[in-house]
C-alpha cells in the first residue's frame, strides 16, 4: 500500500505570511496512461467535511482562491497557502489515488501564529 | 440543492450492525463513482469503500472486507452501506463522498456518527 507522510504536522503562520505542507508518498502515484498525479489536496474545518481544493497534483478545483497552490512530481508534493488569511485555519490533508486503493495523510494543521 | 446527506448512524455494541444511508441530490448520481470514507474521532481520513456508476465493481479497505458491504440503487439516488461485524476500532463519522475520474472527492455528505462500545 502507498504510505502518504505530510510534515510538519503542525504550524503557525503570521497572517499574510506564507504557509508550506508537504506530502511525501512511499512510491510514485504518476499514472502511465495519461502522465498525471494522482495526488489532492483537502482542507477540512472543525465539524465540517473535507473539501476537495487541489486535483492532479496542481490543478485548482474550481471557486478555491487562487493563494492555494500544489506542486510537485514523483513521490514529492507541496501544498502552498501564499498568503494566510483567518479563513485558512484548518487542518490540511493529500491524498492519493492507485490501482482500487485510495489513501490519506496524516494531516497538518495550520493555525495563525 | 446539490448535497449528500448520511443516515443511519449510531451507538451499537461491538459484534452488531448497522446500515449506512447517503441519499444523493441535485446530480447526476447515476454516472459517477460513489466512496464511504471514515474519520476516527480527533483522527485522519480513512478510505473505506467504493462502488462504480453502475454497481459493477466495488472495492474495500482491507480490515473492512467481508464485514461491510457497499451498494446503490440509482433509481432512488442512494448509496449504502451495511456495517457487520463491528469492532471498536470501526468508531468513526462515516462519509458518503462523490469519486471523480482523477482520483479524488470532489463532493461530501456531512456524515454520519457510528460509535461501536459495549
Known amino acids: 500500500d502507498i504510505v502518504l507522510t505530510q510534515s510538519p504536522d503542525s504550524l503557525a503562520v503570521s497572517l499574510g505570511e506564507r504557509a508550506t505542507i508537504n506530502c511525501k508518498s512511499s512510491q510514485s502515484v504518476l499514472t502511465s496512461s495519461n502522465n498525471k498525479h494522482y495526488l489532492a489536496w483537502y482542507q477540512q474545518k472543525p465539524g465540517h467535511p473535507p473539501k476537495l481544493l487541489i486535483y492532479?497534483?496542481?490543478t485548482r478545483e474550481s471557486g478555491v482562491p487562487d493563494r492555494f497552490s500544489g506542486s510537485g512530481s514523483g513521490t514529492d508534493f507541496t501544498l502552498t497557502i501564499s498568503s494566510l488569511q483567518a479563513e485558512d485555519v484548518a487542518v490540511y490533508f493529500c491524498q492519493q489515488y492507485y490501482g482500487t486503493l485510495w489513501t490519506f495523510g496524516q494531516g497538518t494543521k495550520v493555525e495563525i501564529k | 440543492q446539490v448535497q449528500l446527506v448520511e443516515s443511519g448512524g449510531g451507538v451499537v455494541q461491538p459484534g452488531r450492525s448497522l446500515r449506512l444511508s447517503c441519499a444523493a441530490s441535485?446530480?447526476?448520481?447515476?454516472?459517477?463513482?460513489m466512496h464511504w470514507v471514515r474519520q476516527a474521532p480527533g483522527k485522519g481520513l480513512e478510505w473505506v469503500a467504493v462502488?462504480?456508476?453502475?454497481?459493477?465493481?466495488?472495492y474495500y479497505l482491507e480490515s473492512v472486507r467481508g464485514r461491510f458491504t457497499i451498494s446503490r440503487d440509482n433509481s432512488k439516488n442512494g448509496l449504502y452501506m451495511e456495517v457487520n461485524s463491528l469492532r471498536p476500532e470501526d468508531t468513526a463519522i462515516y462519509f458518503c463522498?462523490?469519486?471523480?475520474?482523477?482520483?479524488?472527492?470532489?463532493?461530501w455528505g456531512q456524515g454520519a456518527m457510528v460509535t461501536v462500545s459495549s
Open positions: 462502488m462504480s456508476y453502475d454497481g459493477s465493481q466495488k
Open positions: 463522498a462523490r469519486g471523480r475520474i482523477y482520483g479524488a472527492f470532489d463532493m
Open positions: 492532479w497534483a496542481s
Open positions: 441535485g446530480f447526476n448520481f447515476s454516472i459517477y463513482a
